[in-house]
């Protein structure tokens, strides 16, 4: 019996010794061996390795993944001391361990100090910029391409373009930063981002207001130029059309006069061919005139209506010839 006890209490003591000597390391990590504060060993190799038993090596793991650092959402000041709250999130990667515990130790220490340097580099550029290239509000150029200005004749610009030309120039500035850092923190930054850019809430009241008044300026001078433009462009077509009528009443009497002239010309050869038949012609229509209406008429009997009434046979032969 007491030989079996001995026996399990190897085994145990080997399990036991066996089970703080080994270690994993997941594809997701990398993993430093320290001992009594030395570093022994770098593994970034998934796989199982075998250390000190007994707590003598200690297993420090960090993350090999894309890591983000959210920074706390601050006032920036633009460059005409306008408060701005902006909010942003970076993300960086553990290129060497071992400098990163020298350095910074845990994650939460490394998204404390690069938030901070971040937000150094942020503002810097902030301070450069005015509202209108942060927040923005109007796009650069209108559907036919032309410059959106306001109402001073300022263009506006777009600020989505102008975000990522402030966020590449924080990237620049935060690795130039971290190359020259001694002894190296061991990350890399991959990328700045901006979650939110808005006014502060005790003052987005008034800025809003503010806005809404120069928007309706911009639109009561949009509307005044509309309609002196119509104005324009309707007196234009106004004297467009006195125009072509004066230009259609001349044709028309220029047309009229030729018609007139042709139709007397007309009349004046064919009472050349015969002018006693022509008169006989309107003295007819006289008579159809006169002779079927009830009114009463008292004329000389030599007047020259009666001639063809009067005359004789002979005579009427040879009109009717």
Do not use: C, W
Not at 268 to 281: G, H, I, K, M, T
């Amino acid at each position: 019996m007491r030989n079996l006890v001995i026996a399990g209490v190897i085994i145990l003591v080997a399990i036991i010794t066996l089970y703080t000597a080994l270690y994993v390391v997941d594809e997701t990590e990398q993993v430093i061996v320290t001992r009594f504060g030395n570093v022994q060993v770098v593994q970034t190799s998934p796989g199982l390795y075998v250390k000190a038993p007994f707590g003598v090596d200690r297993v420090i793991s960090y993350d090999r993944r894309v890591l983000r650092i959210d920074a706390p959402p601050g006032p920036f000041l633009d460059k005409d001391i306008n408060i701005l709250e902006i909010d942003v999130y970076a993300r960086y990667v553990i290129t060497d361990p071992h400098s990163f515990l020298q350095t910074l130790n845990t994650q939460e220490n490394a998204s404390q100090v690069l938030g901070q340097r971040i937000n150094a580099a942020l503002r810097a550029e902030i301070a450069e910029r005015s509202r209108e290239e942060i927040i923005g509000g109007d796009v650069a150029l209108d559907a036919d391409g032309n410059p959106i200005t306001d109402a001073e004749g300022n263009s506006r610009v777009n600020p989505t373009n102008t975000r990522t030309e402030i966020l590449d120039e924080v990237l620049v500035a935060v690795k130039g930063e971290l190359a020259q850092e001694s002894p190296s923190f061991g990350v890399e930054m991959i990328d700045v981002r901006i979650k939110r850019a808005d006014f502060p809430a005790a003052v987005a009241g008034r800025i809003f207001e503010r806005m809404r008044s120069d928007r309706e300026k911009i639109a009561r001078r949009l509307r005044a130029e509309g309609e002196e433009e119509a104005r324009s462009r309707r007196a234009a077509a106004d004297r467009e059309v006195e125009v072509i009528i004066a230009a259609a009443d001349r044709d028309a009497a220029r047309l009229r006069g030729e018609g007139e002239a042709q139709a007397i010309s007309i009349l004046a050869v064919a009472l050349n061919q015969d002018p006693e038949f022509y008169s006989f012609r309107r003295s007819l229509d006289a008579y159809r005139r006169f002779l079927s209406s009830q009114s009463t008429m008292l004329l000389d009997v030599d007047s020259d209506l009666f001639r063809y009434l009067q005359s004789s046979g002979a005579s009427q032969t040879g009109v009717g010839r």
